[in-house]
């Protein structure tokens, strides 16, 4: 087969360079590396999205991949601060890392469970069943001690299993290296536009060779960001701080030349006085009281705690690779909500009049406990046939307690009324599943491939409540089982040897599950699911100068899970049909010696096309939470200083076009506006000093990532959260790499 000459530039950087795109895959081990300046491109990215080697030119699926490095030096810290760069993505967030939903084709986190697949390395994380609450909490990791992130549009569904309906995120962990000792520091200061104080972190990582064949590397970091969110009726300045903390301990082992064994450990923290939120008005959407003001008036923390354990073995067989992977993973998040001006105006309704409106906090505490083992075979070579096999299994035990305070304006026990609602709906998630693909060479030119997965999900829930709010005591059990097939075609051309056509159809799902005991609600939701067709073409030019990728998508969305409320309580159905249609485009060139400038873009279509009663939604709304468009510009120059030392400077510009906010007919509806930020960043260094400056949100937007229409017990309107698009914020890093 002709090898394709793609470069690595086109899907490896243009499309989500954080502020400046490389045509070369940059080696993220070192802290202060720099790209070589050059006209074209010559390194191709190897990835391992499909769960073997590649290279990404080949592999027919729209993929873009960031590297550590890239996220590093731009000052990101969490989903929100890259995602626009990204075409086809959108990340919704509840005001701090963690709280967050992502969104990939227009497949929007509709219902309880999550469309996007969230995974480290060769493993997921996060909740399958309906009551994890996954699609509000996604996994959302502090770029250290990763080497990229992988970002596959479309669903994924033959490979990794369930809720990879959208596609797939996948952070990409460092491996030690036994060839030499290294060690990287680095101290960061930045400041915010509305902060009173200034901001700081350091990280480092240490890689040790134990012997020729074996390494351990740990990692450390923390990062103190000052809050920007004045509260106007407690009188609090900056109320929003945060804190971020994690590490990673790694091992390798080869203790033979065709055996090796990896194994790790991650932790992570997130720690939030208060969310990054502020207060509109429900029919203006201004701020009530100014730009970056809020009025919660009990405190609103949060808190994420990640625990993550992996074992990786590989045996080279010779005809195939095998390999097994296990992990474990502790996944707490803690939320608590001012909810007085949603329950707490309902006191007087609730007792008749006897007690007037007070106070009301809404605490949510969720804890998974998730297991996994995979084993699978993969061909070896590269001939005519390719082929891969594997089983899957994962359990878990999730809990979702959940708790509505009732108490007066100073603070005191309504008695009788409190608690309004104490809620615990612990799970269980038990799946099995086989999988395999092929490929087959039918010419030089024309390749075919195909693959399936079976997967059998066995749950059980229980319903325990009590308060006012759930109408009294209840105390339910219910279980489900179900099976689920999804499947693969695509082949692809080699029109030349620099460009490839290729085609598409692939089916995802997303688990249902037992459903809460309500009368009119159906004792089991059925997974949904989805078929994606697709045609791209992937070609570099101008010798090897430019490149492009194009991507044409359609998706029909059938069996959908909604929400349904009966009486104040929420349950899932079933509801009808929605379509996702699109155009993704990513393009680089580099026109001259170390310039390099990117260009992407996404059009996403996305509506139902049936009505959706439940939620006040007919057929042809657009779904919610999806922009129209987004685009991005991005540019990168670096040059040769004197001395050894080498100089970059790098910018971009992401645009993201207005998301409805439920449906046009429903009490939440409402529209988010466009809006557009502007990044900075340049570097200086020899190799083993390295001096960074970033810039993000240099115009100082005051703009709304995500928002939500606040509407009391009775459904009326009270006043809109929205989510802030992070302030100016100007940052500086000095490190220092051995």
Not at 460 to 485: C, K, M, P, R, Y
Not at 665 to 687: F, K, R
Request: aromatic content about 10%; overall charge negative.
């Amino acid at each position: 087969m002709i090898r394709k000459s793609l470069r690595a530039g086109l899907l490896g950087t243009a499309a989500m360079a954080m502020c400046a795109p490389a045509l070369a895959f940059e080696d993220a081990s070192q802290e202060g590396s720099q790209p070589v300046a050059t006209s074209q491109v010559r390194d191709v990215i190897i990835i391992t999205a499909q769960k073997r080697e590649e290279a990404i030119t080949d592999i027919p699926v729209s993929i873009s991949v960031v590297s550590g490095e890239r996220l590093v030096n731009s000052g990101a810290g969490s989903l929100v601060d890259f995602a626009a760069y990204v075409p086809g993505v959108n990340v919704g967030s509840g005001g701090s890392p963690g709280q967050t939903s992502i969104t990939l084709r227009g497949i929007a986190p509709i219902g309880a469970g999550a469309t996007v697949s969230t995974h480290i390395d060769d493993s997921p994380l996060g909740g399958s069943s309906n009551y994890s609450r996954s699609p509000a909490f996604a996994l959302d990791l502090f770029p250290n001690d990763i080497e990229r992130v992988e970002i596959l549009r479309g669903p994924q569904g033959t490979l990794y299993g369930a809720s990879a309906m959208g596609g797939l995120l996948r952070y990409v962990t460092r491996t030690p290296d036994p060839s030499g000792f290294s060690v990287q520091m680095a101290g960061e200061m930045f400041s915010l536009a509305d902060a009173s104080s200034l901001g700081y972190g350091a990280r480092g990582r240490v890689n040790v060779p134990l012997a020729d064949n074996a390494a351990f590397s740990a990692s450390l970091f923390t990062r103190e960001t000052p809050g920007y969110v004045d509260n106007t009726f407690t009188g609090e300045n900056d109320q929003n701080e945060l804190t971020q903390t994690g590490g990673r301990v790694a091992l390798f082992l080869e203790p033979a030349s065709n055996f090796t064994i990896n194994l790790s450990a991650m932790f992570q923290d997130i720690d939030s006085a208060n969310n990054g939120q502020v207060y509109l008005d429900p029919v203006t959407l201004e701020t009530i009281d100014g730009p970056r003001t809020t009025r919660n008036i009990i405190a609103e923390p949060f808190a994420k705690r990640e625990r993550y354990y992996a074992a990786r073995l590989n045996w080279d067989l010779g005809f195939a690779d095998f390999a097994s992977i296990t992990s474990f993973s502790n996944t707490q998040n803690r939320q608590d909500t001012d909810a007085s001006r949603i329950f707490g105006t309902i006191f007087p309704l609730l007792t008749g009049g006897a007690v007037p409106e007070g106070l009301s906090e809404f605490n949510l505490f969720l804890d998974l406990e998730k297991y996994t083992q995979e084993f699978r075979l993969t061909s070896a070579g590269d001939g005519r046939w390719q082929w891969l096999i594997g089983a899957f299994y994962t359990n878990e035990e999730s809990e979702n307690r959940q708790f509505v305070s009732a108490t007066d304006m100073a603070g005191n026990i309504i008695p009788g009324l409190h608690p309004a609602a104490v809620v615990s709906l612990p799970s269980s998630y038990e799946e099995y599943a086989v999988f395999g693909n092929a490929s087959f060479d039918l010419t030089d030119r024309l390749t075919i491939g195909f693959g399936g997965r079976l997967a059998r999900n066995e749950q059980d829930f229980a319903q325990i409540s009590d308060g006012a709010l759930v109408g009294g005591a209840t105390n339910f059990t219910g279980e489900s089982s179900e099976d689920v097939f999804t499947y693969m075609l695509n082949a692809t051309f080699d029109l030349t040897d620099q460009t490839m056509l290729y085609g598409r159809i692939a089916s995802g799902y997303r688990p249902g599950g037992p459903n809460v005991a309500l009368l009119g609600m159906p004792p089991q939701v059925d997974a949904d699911r989805l078929v994606n067709y697709e045609v791209g073409v992937k070609s570099d030019f101008w010798d090897g100068r430019a490149l492009i990728e194009a991507t044409a998508y359609w998706i029909e969305w059938e069996d959908i899970q909604l929400s349904s409320v009966i009486g104040g309580v929420g349950g899932l159905i079933n509801g009808d049909t929605a379509r996702s249609r699109g155009i993704e485009f990513q393009a680089v060139v580099a026109p001259t010696d170390g310039l390099r400038l990117g260009f992407n873009a996404g059009l996403t279509d996305a509506e139902l096309t049936a009505d959706a009663p439940d939620l006040s939604g007919v057929d042809g709304d657009r779904l919610p939470g999806v922009p129209r468009y987004n685009y991005a510009l991005t540019a990168d120059y670096d040059w040769t200083l004197q001395n050894g030392w080498d100089a970059r400077v790098g910018g971009g510009v992401r645009w993201v076009g207005d998301r409805n906010v439920s449906y046009p007919a429903s009490a939440t509806y409402m529209v988010l506006d466009s809006y557009h930020s502007v990044d900075v960043n340049a570097e200086v260094s020899n190799g083993a000093w390295s001096l960074r400056g970033y810039v993000r949100n240099l115009t100082d937007e005051d703009v709304y990532v995500s928002g939500t229409r606040m509407t009391n017990a009775l459904g009326a309107p009270v006043f809109v959260m929205a989510t802030l698009l992070q302030p100016r914020t100007v940052g500086l890093v000095l490190s220092v790499s051995r």
